[in-house]
């Protein structure tokens, strides 16, 4: 089983920052790609960023060149650092890991958190 753990939410005025992170925990032996999703109300869940095991990274146009996607492979962890903030922004972010362990690949999502954006 794995476990994801995220933090970093919050309310933050337009323009301005946040870092989301998510640690990973549990029974796997590898991880390949992370990455991070958000849903707003009434919208379907869409990528946002996305690292894979190699660091090649790829992001929505919507975020590209205000978001950053990293990962630490040491900690199991995935950040998401994300500046010049806009309310359309506004979202509930979550993490997906594919890891493989001993019951093979599994595909797991964080509980999410609010970002919220104010004009």
């Known amino acids: 089983q794995v476990q994801l753990l995220e933090s970093g939410g919050g309310l933050v005025q337009t323009g301005g920052s946040l870092r989301l992170s998510c640690a990973a925990s549990?029974?796997?032996?590898?991880?390949?790609?992370m990455a991070w999703y958000r849903q707003s109300p009434g919208k379907q869940r869409e990528l946002v960023a996305q690292?894979?095991?190699?660091?090649?990274?790829n992001y929505a146009g919507a975020v590209k060149g205000r978001f950053t996607i990293s990962r630490d492979n040491a900690k199991n962890t995935v950040y998401l650092q994300m500046n010049t903030l806009k309310p359309e922004d506004t979202a509930v972010y979550y993490c997906?890991?594919?890891?493989?362990?001993?019951?093979?690949?599994?595909?797991?999502w964080g509980q999410g958190t609010q970002v919220t954006v104010s004009s």
């Open positions: 690292i894979t095991s190699g660091g090649d990274t």
């Open positions: 549990g029974s796997f032996f590898k991880i390949n790609a």
């Open positions: 997906n890991i594919a890891t493989e362990g001993w019951d093979g690949r599994r595909n797991s």
